[in-house]
C-alpha cells in the first residue's frame, strides 16, 4: 500500500525484487556472459523488477557497484577466472576491486562459479586457481554452481564445508527438430565438430591424437573462435594435424543467428574437454537436438543421470571407435524422440529469483544505509 511521507510524498514500498541486482559483465558471445543475460532476461519476463546492469569490460566489473540504485541490498554475478584473464586482467586484483567496491557501499554479492579448478589442472596452475575461486567465496553471501560435480570441485579445492546451491545450466530445447537421417553412413570422409571457444584442455588436441590412426582421413572442425589469451592455437591445431593425417578448420566467430546450422550440420558432435565441470557447449548440442559424443568425467556421467538418452560417453582412448560408430549410424547422433531436455531458461530464472530473494531478506546494512562495511548476511 502506498503511503505519504512528511511532506506529503507518495510513497510506494519497493517490492522485494529491488533489493535484488543482477549482473553481468565480459564480451556478449561468452558462453558465461551469454547465459547471465540470458537468466537476467527470463527474469525480467517472470515479473523481476530489480535492476540489470552489465559491463562489457571484464577488468571493470567493480564499476557495476556505483551504477545501482540504493534499495540493492544484494548483486548477483556469474563468474569464471577465465573470463577475467581474457580481458587481461589479473583475476585476483579484479576480485578485490569488487569486494572492496561492494564493502564501501554496505552491498552484499552473490556468485555463480563457472570453471572451477579440477584435477586436470597443472598443480601450479591449479593451486592458482583455487585461491582466485577462495577469494571469491570470501567476499560471497552466497555462492551457487551449476552441477553437482562443481559442488564437489568445491569443496575438495576451494572451500571445504562451504554452503554452496546448486542450479543447472538451462537448455531451452526448440519446438521441432529435422528429422535424424535414415540407414547408414556413406563411409566418406568424416568431420567431427567441437563447438565453443578455443584454448588448452579444451580437447581439440586430444582428438587430434585419437584420431591420427582413424583410416579414412577426418577433418575436425572447430566451431568458435580462439580465445583472447590464445590466438596461435589455431596454427598450433593444423600444424598438429597436418603431421597426423588429419586436416583441422577453424570457423572463427559464429553469429548467434548462424550457430544452429553449424551445429545442425552433417558433421559428428564430440565434447572431448577433459576438465569439464558444466558445459553451455554441450547443452548448445542439445538444444540443436543433436546428441554428442561426450569424453566420460564425473559431470558427464551426471548429466547422463539427468537426461538419460542425451549424450553418448567414451572413455579416454576410445573416441575413435566411437566415431566410426557414429559413422555408420549417422542418426545416433541425433536426440531420440520424446527426450524432455530442462532445465528451460525460465525455470533457472525462477530458481535463482527464489533464491537470491532468500538471501537480500537476510543481508543487513551497516547502521546508516549506504554502509561502510561489506554487506553480510545473518
Given at each position: 500500500?502506498?503511503?505519504?511521507?512528511?511532506?506529503?510524498?507518495?510513497?510506494?514500498?519497493?517490492?522485494?525484487?529491488?533489493?535484488?541486482?543482477?549482473?553481468?559483465?565480459?564480451?556478449?558471445?561468452?558462453?558465461?556472459?551469454?547465459?547471465?543475460?540470458?537468466?537476467?532476461?527470463?527474469?525480467?519476463?517472470?515479473?523481476?523488477?530489480?535492476?540489470?546492469?552489465?559491463?562489457?569490460?571484464?577488468?571493470?566489473?567493480?564499476?557495476?557497484?556505483?551504477?545501482?540504485?540504493?534499495?540493492?541490498?544484494?548483486?548477483?554475478?556469474?563468474?569464471?577466472?577465465?573470463?577475467?584473464?581474457?580481458?587481461?586482467?589479473?583475476?585476483?586484483?579484479?576480485?578485490?576491486?569488487?569486494?572492496?567496491?561492494?564493502?564501501?557501499?554496505g552491498l552484499a554479492l552473490?556468485?555463480?562459479?563457472?570453471?572451477?579448478?579440477?584435477?586436470?589442472?597443472?598443480?601450479?596452475?591449479?593451486?592458482?586457481?583455487?585461491?582466485?575461486?577462495?577469494?571469491?567465496?570470501?567476499?560471497?553471501?552466497?555462492?551457487?554452481?551449476?552441477?553437482?560435480?562443481?559442488?564437489?570441485?568445491?569443496?575438495?579445492?576451494?572451500?571445504?564445508?562451504?554452503?554452496?546451491?546448486?542450479?543447472?545450466?538451462?537448455?531451452?530445447?526448440?519446438?521441432?527438430?529435422?528429422?535424424?537421417?535414415?540407414?547408414?553412413?556413406?563411409?566418406?570422409?568424416?568431420?567431427?565438430?567441437?563447438?565453443?571457444?578455443?584454448?588448452?584442455?579444451?580437447?581439440?588436441?586430444?582428438?587430434?591424437?585419437?584420431?591420427?590412426?582413424?583410416?579414412?582421413?577426418?577433418?575436425?572442425?572447430?566451431?568458435?573462435?580462439?580465445?583472447?589469451?590464445?590466438?596461435?592455437?589455431?596454427?598450433?591445431?593444423?600444424?598438429?594435424?597436418?603431421?597426423?593425417?588429419?586436416?583441422?578448420?577453424?570457423?572463427?566467430?559464429?553469429?548467434?543467428?548462424?550457430?544452429?546450422?553449424?551445429?545442425?550440420?552433417?558433421?559428428?558432435?564430440?565434447?572431448?574437454?577433459?576438465?569439464?565441470?558444466?558445459?553451455?557447449?554441450?547443452?548448445?548440442?542439445?538444444?540443436?537436438?543433436?546428441?554428442?559424443?561426450?569424453?566420460?568425467?564425473?559431470?558427464?556421467?551426471?548429466?547422463?543421470?539427468?537426461?538419460?538418452?542425451?549424450?553418448?560417453?567414451?572413455?579416454?582412448?576410445?573416441?575413435?571407435?566411437?566415431?566410426?560408430?557414429?559413422?555408420?549410424?549417422?542418426?545416433?547422433?541425433?536426440?531420440?524422440?520424446?527426450l524432455e531436455l530442462g532445465?528451460?531458461?525460465?525455470?533457472?530464472?525462477?530458481?535463482?529469483?527464489?533464491?537470491?530473494?532468500?538471501?537480500?531478506?537476510?543481508?543487513?546494512?551497516?547502521?546508516?544505509?549506504?554502509?561502510?562495511?561489506?554487506?553480510?548476511?545473518?
Open positions: 500500500m502506498a503511503v505519504r511521507s512528511p511532506g506529503n510524498r507518495l510513497l510506494v514500498p519497493h517490492s522485494p525484487d529491488h533489493r535484488v541486482a543482477l549482473g553481468w559483465f565480459g564480451p556478449p558471445e561468452h558462453g558465461v556472459t551469454d547465459m547471465a543475460r540470458r537468466i537476467a532476461a527470463a527474469a525480467t519476463d517472470l515479473g523481476f523488477a530489480g535492476p540489470v546492469v552489465g559491463e562489457l569490460d571484464a577488468a571493470r566489473v567493480a564499476e557495476l557497484v556505483g551504477r545501482l540504485p540504493a534499495p540493492v541490498r544484494l548483486l548477483h554475478l556469474h563468474v569464471s577466472d577465465w573470463l577475467i584473464a581474457d580481458a587481461t586482467a589479473d583475476p585476483d586484483r579484479v576480485i578485490d576491486g569488487l569486494a572492496g567496491a561492494a564493502a564501501a557501499r552473490s556468485v555463480t562459479l563457472h570453471d572451477l579448478p579440477g584435477p586436470g589442472d597443472p598443480p601450479e596452475l591449479g593451486a592458482r586457481r583455487a585461491a582466485t575461486y577462495r577469494r571469491l567465496v570470501d567476499a560471497a553471501a552466497g555462492v551457487a554452481v551449476c552441477s553437482e560435480h562443481e559442488r564437489s570441485l568445491l569443496h575438495e579445492r576451494v572451500a571445504p564445508g562451504r554452503a554452496v546451491t546448486v542450479i543447472p545450466l538451462p537448455i531451452d530445447p526448440l519446438a521441432t527438430h529435422p528429422a535424424p537421417p535414415a540407414g547408414g553412413g556413406d563411409g566418406g570422409e568424416p568431420t567431427v565438430a567441437i563447438f565453443g571457444f578455443l584454448y588448452p584442455g579444451k580437447g581439440h588436441r586430444d582428438v587430434i591424437e585419437e584420431l591420427a590412426e582413424f583410416g579414412p582421413p577426418v577433418t575436425v572442425l572447430a566451431i568458435g573462435r580462439p580465445s583472447a589469451r590464445h590466438p596461435d592455437l589455431v596454427d598450433e591445431l593444423a600444424e598438429a594435424a597436418r603431421a597426423r593425417g588429419l586436416s583441422f578448420r577453424c570457423t572463427g566467430y559464429v553469429p548467434e543467428e548462424q550457430v544452429l546450422d553449424r551445429l545442425r550440420a552433417p558433421v559428428i558432435p564430440v565434447a572431448p574437454q577433459t576438465n569439464i565441470s558444466a558445459s553451455g557447449s554441450i547443452n548448445s548440442w542439445l538444444t540443436a537436438g543433436r546428441r554428442p559424443l561426450v569424453r566420460a568425467g564425473r559431470y558427464a556421467a551426471e548429466l547422463g543421470r539427468r537426461l538419460p538418452g542425451s549424450v553418448q560417453l567414451y572413455p579416454p582412448g576410445a573416441l575413435a571407435d566411437a566415431v566410426r560408430r557414429a559413422q555408420a549410424e549417422p542418426a545416433t547422433t541425433w536426440l531420440p524422440a520424446g532445465p528451460t531458461t525460465p525455470t533457472v530464472a525462477r530458481r535463482y529469483l527464489d533464491w537470491l530473494t532468500g538471501l537480500a531478506g537476510r543481508a543487513h546494512r551497516p547502521a546508516g544505509g549506504s554502509g561502510t562495511g561489506p554487506g553480510s548476511v545473518a
